[in-house]
């Protein structure tokens, strides 16, 4: 989206409150965004609204505000060429620095939260030519294969919605498979992995699940996923099947499971060159590191197909996203910017909000940047803390930040620390990516590295939690789901289905919120985040979301979901996190009411100041195992 759609935005929400003395709400400025980018009627999505809601209602509504604004008969066809005349006709926007000034004004309203997949829609996301045309091209064709590659928060799943939202418009069917949301036993038995894999696209489908009626024991459970997909889904569905599989590095780490997984989806994609069923099989495979794992080269999906690997944004593209933010930054300014941050797409979104929002000149945020006080000290924490929890992983990181020069590591410690995003893979060698990196992680990584155990002693001592161990603060939210057990005993597949769909919408968020899931709980998740204040910000749209799409579903599909907060020190081993800190975690949890978040004290005093809360109880409650503690119920209805 270029600067015009911002400035007709701002240019029809003038319009409207002058007419009605009311700004357009954000139901209406997602619609009239949608339209102006080109998407018809039946394409505009709004989470929490039916698409009959949409095209029958809240469209209709607001071409008539729009017709009664302009004068003109505004329509999905028209819209946005009606706003284009009479904004050439304003005087007092046909000056392009007015224009850009009023523009500027406005953008606070049209600023998305940087964080987890950018909107489909958002003038904020920046095609990489020429990956995404081709991208396009290669997922409508039968039997096609995408290998989306990049480090973390490099816009995998941005691509992957894109392509998978182009699909839809193309008359395929889509479902994304986050391996993020896979309970770590599922990763013990191939048998349990796979037919969880083939539940969660048929839920995803909204299909009954029928796994029993496709599953022989002495098949084995390849075949009989296989038999599952060509027997069943695709034939059920009769169009093509876009699959996208997200976060499968979550699988590297089990190479029994990785072997034959990854041997299956091969075979699917060689069987499309051959049966018309399978042509309707369509996969998009999202990872963030380098295939570690050693796999046949005759069986590995990782070597054929389209390979989309992400670059960092290149010049003329952060000038362009800066462009978007109404900002016009000097080459010099550019060029500081880019030794800095590299073209990192989500660290550079986070420094231009921070220039709108914050009114932060660049200059101070450069300066600032490596620093605890600067915009990126919330990022730069969660990357020391993931660090602390591998010494290897850390101390190799130490060498790379030490030398001005390339140097070679193990392949396994060079591919995880370029998933991180922390170095380039040049060859057999790797390079540390940015001067943040350099100047934030010099000194921290020495003193930290002093207070971790050897990789033997931390072996010795897995069962215990080591004393000498440092500690990390963290903010941990447990959720669950209201009378769980009785609604799956009493409907189990519906209530499975909305699970994985909670649960899905729940880690996107807790993404955007700069949170990290570290496995799922019965119908929950355990989520950390090392800002407590957007460990309530992210509790708060989880459930404001959650409540505004139970709207629109009928009421065996509703679930009614308890979040619990509470902040302290505690000890992480690789997805799992101990301490009391977890324990009083998931009491807080037990107590909140439905559909509510419950906080300890120390949350509270911790983001009182920062945020608005609606706290409708404060008492002492005594929990299981821990204690009497005073607790905050907060309410967002």
């Known amino acids: 989206m270029d600067v015009e ?24 400025e997602a619609i009239l965004r949608q339209a102006l980018l080109g998407a018809k009627l039946k394409e505009i999505r709004i989470i929490g609204y039916s698409e009959n809601t949409v095209q029958t209602i809240l469209a209709p509504n607001l071409w008539k505000l729009l017709s009664d604004a302009t004068g003109e008969r505004v329509g999905i066809k028209t819209v946005r060429l009606i706003l284009q005349e009479l904004f050439k006709k304003q005087n007092k926007f046909n000056s392009s620095n007015q224009a850009l000034e009023k523009s500027q004004e406005t953008l606070n309203f049209e600023l998305e939260l940087p964080g987890g997949q950018v909107n489909l829609f958002s003038p904020f996301y920046i095609e990489r030519p020429p990956i995404e045309s081709q991208a396009y091209e290669e997922i409508i064709k039968p039997g096609s294969l995408i290998r989306i590659k990049g480090p973390k928060q490099m816009g995998k799943t941005s691509l992957m919605a894109r392509l998978l939202n182009h699909a839809q418009r193309q008359g395929c069917r889509t479902v994304v ?70 976060a499968v590095d979550r699988i590297f780490q089990h190479e029994k499971i990785a072997d034959d997984f990854f041997g299956l989806l091969r075979a699917w994609h060689e069987k499309s060159k051959q049966i018309e069923i399978w042509k309707n099989l369509h996969l998009i495979i999202a990872h963030g590191t380098e295939v570690y794992i050693p796999l046949d080269i005759h069986q590995s999906p990782f070597n054929v197909g389209l390979d989309a690997k992400l670059p960092e944004l290149n010049t003329q593209q952060v000038q362009e996203l800066a462009r978007r933010h109404g900002f016009k930054l000097t080459p010099f300014e550019i060029e500081k910017l880019m030794e800095m941050l590299g073209g990192h797409p989500h660290l550079l979104r986070v420094a231009f909000y921070k220039m709108v929002r914050e009114k932060i000149s660049l200059k101070q945020i450069l300066e600032d940047a490596p620093k605890d006080t600067g915009i990126y000290a919330d990022y730069l924490r969660l990357h020391l803390w993931n660090l602390e929890k591998y010494p290897e992983l850390a101390q190799a990181f130490r060498t790379v930040v030490e030398s001005e020069q390339p140097i070679e590591l193990k392949s396994k410690l060079a591919f995880d620390l370029n998933s991180m995003g922390l170095v380039y893979l040049q060859g057999n060698q790797v390079e540390i990516r940015k001067i943040l990196y350099r100047e934030y992680f010099r000194d921290r990584l020495k003193s930290s590295l002093l207070t971790l155990p050897s990789a033997e002693k931390r072996l010795e001592n897995l069962e215990l939690i080591p004393e000498q161990t440092r ?4 903010a941990i939210m447990f959720t669950d789901v209201k009378d769980s057990a009785q609604k799956h005993h009493q409907n189990q597949e519906p209530t499975l289905a909305a699970v994985f769909r909670d649960l899905n919408l729940m880690t996107r968020l807790c993404q955007q919120f700069e949170g990290q899931v570290l496995k799922s709980v019965g119908d929950g998740l355990l989520m950390y985040f090392v800002s407590v204040v957007k460990a309530v910000q992210c509790a708060q749209e989880i459930q404001k979301t959650l409540i505004t799409a139970a709207s629109e579903l009928p009421s065996d599909a509703v679930l009614e979901h308890r979040i619990g907060i509470h902040l302290a020190e505690v000890y992480f081993n690789g997805n799992d996190v101990y301490g009391d800190g977890v324990n009083i975690a998931a009491r807080l949890q037990v107590e909140a009411y439905p559909r509510g978040i419950c906080i300890s004290s120390m949350v509270y005093e911790a983001v009182k100041r920062h945020l608005g809360l609606n706290i409708i109880k404060s008492e002492f409650r005594e929990l299981k195992g821990i204690g009497s503690m005073q607790v905050y119920q907060i309410s967002v209805e």
Not at 8 to 25: G, M, S, Y
Not at 471 to 474: H, K, M
Request: hydrophobic share 45%; aromatic share 10%; net charge negative.
């Open 5 to 28: 759609v911002l400035e007709l935005i701002t240019f029809a929400k003038h319009l409207v409150i002058n007419r009605t003395q009311n700004p357009l709400d954000q139901v209406q």
């Open 177 to 246: 498979v986050n391996f993020e949301l896979t309970d770590n036993e599922v990763f013990a038995d191939l048998n349990r992995f796979l037919r969880r894999f083939c539940a969660m696209v048929a839920d995803d489908l909204q299909l009954p699940m029928q796994l029993n009626q496709y599953w022989d024991e002495e098949l084995g459970s390849k075949n009989n996923c296989t038999n599952y997909f060509a027997r069943y889904l695709l034939p059920k569905l009769g169009q093509p099947l876009v699959l996208g599989l997200d």
């Open 471 to 474: 500690n990390i603060l963290a």
